[in-house]
């Protein structure tokens, strides 16, 4: 999410993105560091899977790359 959005756009976006992520894992879970600009997303869906959940809703993510996840599970260290 850019710094430019308004709350309520940033809102409805975690939203999509949340319900999303909860067609394949109801306990999904985003939060968005105001401060960072950073996502959390936390599910038990594979980070390929979640990439391309949210490049779908036109939300592209990028790893930081220094996570300790593994091809099976999501680091937690996403950006978007």
């Given at each position: 999410?850019?710094?430019?959005?308004?709350?309520?756009?940033?809102?409805?976006?975690?939203?999509?993105?949340?319900?999303?992520?909860?067609?394949?894992?109801?306990?999904?879970?985003?939060?968005?560091?105001?401060?960072?600009?950073?996502?959390?997303?936390?599910?038990?869906?594979?980070?390929?899977?979640?990439?391309?959940?949210?490049?779908a809703l036109g939300e592209p993510v990028?790893?930081?790359?220094?996570?300790?996840?593994?091809?099976?599970?999501?680091?937690?260290?996403?950006?978007?």
């Amino acid at each position: 999410m850019t710094r430019s959005d308004t709350p309520d756009l940033r809102q409805r976006r975690q939203q999509a993105m949340t319900d999303a992520l909860r067609e394949w894992d109801p306990e999904a879970e985003i939060l968005w560091d105001e401060d960072s600009g950073r996502l959390s997303v936390y599910t038990t869906l594979p980070s390929e899977r979640v990439s391309t959940i949210l490049a779908a809703l036109g939300e592209p993510v990028t790893s930081c790359g220094d996570g300790e996840g593994s091809d099976q599970e999501c680091c937690g260290c996403c950006s978007h």
